[in-house]
């Protein structure tokens, strides 16, 4: 599974999800599921990932899909489902003594991986700590961040800065956008019961700590819920059990203006979720077993019921994720083997579709959080300085295109060519279960490599540099 690859040029990290309960190993629809999104289509798969989502997940897939890293919030794993270099023991408190040992961390929506940008091979990790406080609610806080080499250990990662504290107290679930320059992202994270937004910025050069804006009235909520941008990063939302707050927002200098309260019904319970439609027409919210909108184009918005999902038994809706595919999925309270979503494909048919993605497995209120990865440059903005308004060749893939391999299909070896950076770089090739059969240094190019004791078979490759850090090159070499 952890070399499977998506039949498309450029994965980007959320057409890749990884679920499942696996708390009972052996039971009945218990185990792991990974979710792609690939070719218009998603497709579900029992996978055995060796670890178990009880609310909290993330993952960081290569540009060819194939998975690098996950995480449960308890611990990071490599790309063969072994805890990684130094990658044990996130979140350190309480709440992970009583959970990780069986079950997983339960911080909803509590971690996000990001590359680092112009950093080959290196990666960010954001992640959330919770606590239980006595009134028998979540209270979030501090979040950290951890910062993770894939060109060490052999090409299969390590954490090199792990429990990084960005911001202490109570907190709420954070979010990101992409920076109007195409390339840097801002991460938000409310402060609980309060108007207080606290921002970071990551770039070239890391993490860093870019302001805290007081804004609008604080929510004084009891439920935390989420928050979200919008498709286009102009707008954010925040929401709790008794409203959400929604803000313009400019990528450009970060920082948001003209907040708008809107209050759930008096009857509303928790929920937790919160989108935007695409067109930045109507925002939507739920609670519980209820699904409400607001109009945001009208001079007074008004949060109304919009869909009573009567179908839900035993089991509520939760937090909110956008697809891939355009579709709004939700986290569900209950232990199901089915995602509920909302078709959002234009608002005439907008529809609640429950378990419309079906799982092989039980998944219990874990969803990934995801930022928008198609979002680039802001055309016009004063930060529109560096032409990314479209995928973008990056380093790695330019050096990528520049190996080749062949023969490929081969009977004794194969030929490796092309341009390297420098000395260090490394050829491994594994068999289907991600073990390691051979491997060996690139010293000049072009260079053969005999796999004459290789049986008959699909071989996944990849060819990783030491010195500088990164993977060059991924695939499949097939053994006639």
């Known amino acids: 599974m952890f070399f499977q690859t998506l039949a498309v040029a450029q994965v980007l990290p959320d057409q890749i999800w990884l679920l499942g309960s696996n708390d009972i190993p052996g039971q009945p629809l218990h185990g792991n599921a990974v979710v792609k999104f690939e070719a218009g289509q998603v497709n579900a798969f029992a996978a055995d990932l060796k670890m178990n989502f009880e609310a909290t997940t993330a993952a960081m897939p290569d540009s060819l899909g194939n998975i690098l890293f996950y995480t449960n919030g308890c611990y990071i794993a490599n790309s063969i489902g072994d805890t990684m270099a130094n990658g044990a023991s996130l ?7 009583w ?3 069986t079950i997983g961390y339960v911080a909803p929506l509590g971690a996000m991986a990001l590359k680092i940008p112009d950093n080959l091979g290196r990666y960010i990790l954001f992640h959330m700590g919770v606590r239980y406080d006595p009134k028998g609610r979540l209270d979030y806080g501090p979040l950290y961040y951890s910062e993770i080499d894939m060109s060490l250990d052999d090409g299969m990662g390590a954490v090199v800065g792990k429990n990084i504290p960005l911001v202490g107290g109570a907190l709420e679930p954070f979010t990101a956008v992409r920076h109007a320059n195409g390339r840097d992202w801002w991460l938000v994270v409310p402060e609980y019961g309060s108007n207080k937004y606290h921002k970071f910025y990551l770039s070239a050069k890391g993490v860093q700590f870019f302001e805290t804006q007081m804004i609008g009235s604080p929510l004084l909520g009891q439920y935390i819920g989420s928050s979200t941008f919008s498709l286009d990063g102009s707008k954010y939302a925040r929401q709790q059990d008794i409203g959400v707050v929604v803000m313009d927002f400019d990528r450009c200098n970060g920082q948001f203006s003209n907040p708008e309260y809107l209050p759930l019904p008096a009857n509303a319970n928790m929920g937790g979720g919160v989108a935007f439609s695409k067109d930045l027409s109507k925002i939507w919210t739920n609670a519980h077993r209820v699904i409400y909108e607001a109009d945001l184009n009208s001079s007074s918005p008004v949060l109304d019921t919009l869909i009573i999902p ?6 509520s809706i939760l937090w909110m994720q956008y697809g891939p595919d355009g579709r709004v999925y939700f986290a569900n309270q209950g232990r199901t083997s089915g995602i509920h979503l909302l078709k959002t494909t234009n608002q005439a048919s907008l529809e609640f579709q429950f378990r419309g993605l079906s799982l092989p497995v039980y998944n219990i209120r874990t969803l990934p959080n995801f930022p928008n990865f198609r979002l680039y440059d802001l055309p016009g903005s004063p930060c529109d300085t560096l032409g990314i308004n479209a995928p973008v060749a990056t380093q790695e893939t330019e050096l990528n295109n520049t190996l080749s391999l ?5 009977q004794t070896g194969i030929w490796v060519n092309g341009a390297l950076r420098g000395p260090g770089a490394q050829l491994q090739v594994f068999d289907n279960l991600g073990r390691l059969c051979a491997r060996q240094e690139l010293v000049g190019l072009p260079q053969f490599m005999s796999l004459e004791q290789l049986p008959a078979g699909v071989y996944p490759y990849r060819v ?11 695939g499949c070499l097939v053994k006639k």
Do not use: R, V
Not at 406 to 410: D, G, H, V
């Open 91 to 97: 979140n350190p408190g309480e709440m992970a003594d």
């Open 99 to 101: 959970t990780c040992p």
């Open 310 to 315: 009567h179908t839900l038994n035993n089991t």
């Open 406 to 410: 062949y023969p490929n299909p081969f």
């Open 464 to 474: 990783i540099e030491g010195s500088q850090g990164g993977i060059l090159k991924y």
